[in-house]
Structure formats: C-alpha cells, structure tokens
C-alpha cells in the first residue's frame, strides 16, 4: 500500500466546502497535496470551484470575466439567500486556518472569516499576500474565461508575475529597485538632453549677437572711414 501524501507547501489548500453556491447545494472537496485535476461535463460546476477559491481568498469577481452581480452567485435552487464558501489552508507545524467567505442576496456584500473571526477585505489580502496566495496574478491563477488576456501582457509583466507566483520575493525586490534605477537613469538622460539643447540654443544665441556685434563695428569703421 502506498503511503498517503503529505501537504508541505504552505497555504496549499486542503478542503473546499460550497453551500449554495452557483450549482452547489453542499458539497465539500479534497485536494491532494500536488497536481489536482476536476473533471466533468459542461454546467457540471468546474469552473463554480474556481470562481469560488478566486472570491473566498480576496479575489475581484470583475477579474473572472464571469458574473458582475456578486449576489448572482447564491443557487437559485434553493430557498436560501446566503451561499458560504469555506476554504481550509494548510500551515505547516501549526494549525490549519480555514477562510469563510459569506454572500447574501439581500445586498449586504461579502462577509469574510478567517478561523470564524470576522476580518476586512484588506486583512484577508494580507493573510493571503503572507501566504503567497495571488487570486489577481494570471501566472498563478488563470480561470478560463481571462486566457485570452494572458498573451496581452508584456514579458516585463509575465516575469515579473512569474516570480511572483513562485514566491521569490527577494527577486521581485532587486527587479523593483533595478526598475526605479532604470527609471531615475531614463530621467537624468532626460534632463542632459534638455541641458544640451538649452546650451545649444545658448551658444547659437551667442553666436549670433557676436556676428551682429561684428556688422555693427564694420558697419561703424566704415562710417568713421567716410
């Protein structure tokens, strides 16, 4: 028998459970600790997984390209007005913090959790920003229906999203202060080339007040000569 598989990567995600959401009623997911493959039928809820990992870990819904209307994702099947999406993370040597992300139908928004304390967006971010978690960075996160955008960034954009998504921050690090360099160097060139035409209009300016002054004096001895 083959011994089961570890989780090591922290803030891999170790369960999935969707209620009410989109075509879900209750379901709750596994993912192993490597490569995950969800397969099924169109309209069988594939991408409902995706689009519910992108909201519950701080993700935009406009990102997805899907629905617009964040209450539009409660399954309408059901009496219910409020869909819960619980996503549990792994954290090596501690305990596992599981995100829970709450939608109602009655406008009051999105309503997060992390280890059942309510937090802001803006916490949420940071917790997943501290687990190299990037719902926004097409390197690491690519629903299907924003590939076609992919081939429009520049390869600027995809290095840098590259390292990125793998977690090398100090890298990311050096390309922004090499990126600052670049540009503080693109300003100083600037400003010598507009030193240089300032002088050059200076000299040309000088120029010819010096080939004026010399007709005026020509133009005096030959008077003085009459």
Not at 115 to 122: A, F, H, L, M, R
Not at 182 to 192: C, D, G, I, N, V
Not at 212 to 226: F, I, S, T
Request: proline letters at 3%; glycine letters at 6%.
């Amino acid at each position: 028998m083959k011994r089961k598989q570890d989780f090591t990567a922290r803030g891999s995600v170790k369960r999935v459970r969707l209620r009410n959401f989109m075509t879900y009623v209750d379901e709750t997911f596994w993912p192993g600790p490597n490569f995950n493959v969800v397969v099924g039928a169109n309209g069988s809820g594939k991408s409902s997984i995706v689009t519910a990992l992108c909201i519950a870990l701080g993700g935009d819904l406009g990102s997805m390209n899907r629905q617009t209307d964040i209450a539009s994702l409660v399954n309408n099947n059901t009496d219910a007005n409020e869909a819960v999406i619980e996503v549990e993370l792994y954290i090596p040597g501690g305990t596992n913090k599981t995100v829970e992300c709450n939608i109602h139908t009655n406008g009051r928004g999105l309503i997060f959790k992390v280890d059942e304390k309510k937090v802001s967006k803006t916490e949420l971010k940071e917790l997943m920003e501290e687990l190299q978690i990037q719902p926004g960075n097409m390197c690491q996160f690519l629903p299907q229906d924003v590939v076609r955008d992919f081939p429009t960034m520049s390869n600027q954009q995809i290095f840098y999203n590259t390292v990125k998504a793998v977690g090398d921050m100090s890298l990311i690090d050096t390309y922004d202060k090499l990126q600052s360099i670049q540009k503080s160097a693109e300003k100083l060139e600037e400003q010598l080339a507009q030193k240089k035409k300032e002088a050059e209009a200076a000299e040309a300016k000088l120029a010819k007040e010096k080939a004026e002054a010399a007709l005026r004096e020509k133009a005096k001895k030959e008077q003085e000569e009459k």
